[in-house]
């Protein structure tokens, strides 16, 4: 484990090898950002955002979270996504998730961790919806299964926020994905989640509010 002064060694290594292969590259960085993903995963150290899909700083906005989770009284999130959506225009978000999650780990057992428990609640609420196809499964592959369901449930909670429904009703250009990485290999899976207008969330979400001029 490097020391904290390796740290800013390293940090300065980083700087001149960036410089040496690309005099602009800062100079671009320091213009403003605009970033067309918009990307909520897990702060789990092995899932570096930027590097498992390619992209260099200034390409993808970032939101990360214990379990890759989108509360609706989350206000880190929520100012996040609202930024992302409104500000910076982005045209994607993806939820992104990975098996061997250990908070999708957590929240299936019935063991006491402290407030990240409050945190993982609405997992084992993922569990109860899915508790027939999820009890057939072994332990394993419950948690991998979990892991993924976890991903689109997410995904839809950020169909639901006024924030998105208000982006659709005034024809900005955003779809919603919901995508779960293999630590063991690498590769991304899609799940399947395309939702891009409020066709694809349930009547009883829909918000009403006054459409924003452009």
Same mark, same amino acid.
């Given at each position: 484990?490097?020391?904290?002064?390796?740290?800013?060694?390293?940090? %300065?290594? =980083?700087?001149?090898?960036?410089?040496?292969?690309?005099?602009?590259?800062?100079? %671009?960085?320091?213009?403003?950002?605009?970033?067309?993903?918009?990307?909520? &995963?897990?702060?789990?150290?092995?899932?570096?955002?930027?590097?498992?899909?390619?992209?260099?700083?200034?390409?993808?906005?970032?939101?990360?979270?214990?379990?890759?989770?989108?509360?609706?009284?989350?206000?880190?999130?929520?100012?996040?996504?609202?930024?992302?959506?409104?500000?910076?225009?982005?045209?994607?978000?993806?939820?992104?998730?990975?098996?061997?999650? &250990?908070?999708? %780990?957590?929240?299936?057992?019935?063991?006491?961790?402290?407030?990240?428990?409050? =945190?993982?609640?609405?997992?084992?609420?993922?569990?109860?919806?899915?508790?027939?196809?999820?009890?057939?499964?072994?332990?394993?592959?419950?948690?991998?299964?979990?892991?993924?369901?976890?991903?689109?449930?997410?995904?839809?909670?950020?169909?639901?926020?006024?924030?998105?429904?208000?982006? =659709?009703?005034?024809?900005?250009?955003?779809?919603?994905? &919901? =995508?779960?990485?293999?630590?063991?290999?690498?590769?991304?899976?899609?799940?399947?989640?395309?939702?891009?207008?409020?066709?694809?969330?349930?009547?009883?979400?829909?918000?009403?509010?006054?459409?924003?001029?452009?």
């Amino acid at each position: 484990m490097p020391e904290i002064k390796e740290l800013l060694q390293r940090n %300065r290594q =980083w700087a001149k090898d960036q410089t040496d292969r690309d005099p602009e590259f800062f100079a %671009r960085l320091t213009k403003q950002q605009k970033p067309e993903y918009l990307w909520i &995963g897990c702060s789990d150290s092995r899932v570096p955002a930027n590097e498992i899909v390619g992209m260099a700083p200034g390409e993808l906005f970032v939101h990360r979270n214990i379990a890759n989770m989108v509360h609706h009284t989350d206000f880190n999130c929520l100012s996040v996504m609202q930024f992302a959506v409104e500000v910076l225009r982005v045209k994607h978000i993806i939820v992104c998730g990975h098996y061997g999650c &250990g908070g999708v %780990r957590a929240a299936l057992s019935h063991d006491e961790f402290g407030f990240v428990d409050n =945190w993982l609640r609405t997992i084992k609420e993922v569990y109860i919806k899915y508790q027939g196809e999820l009890d057939e499964l072994g332990e394993e592959a419950q948690v991998r299964r979990l892991c993924e369901l976890n991903v689109i449930e997410q995904a839809v909670n950020l169909a639901k926020t006024k924030c998105v429904q208000r982006a =659709w009703d005034n024809g900005q250009e955003l779809k919603i994905h &919901g =995508w779960i990485y293999d630590i063991a290999d690498g590769i991304i899976h899609d799940l399947g989640v395309d939702m891009h207008c409020r066709d694809t969330v349930p009547g009883i979400f829909h918000m009403k509010g006054k459409r924003i001029p452009r």
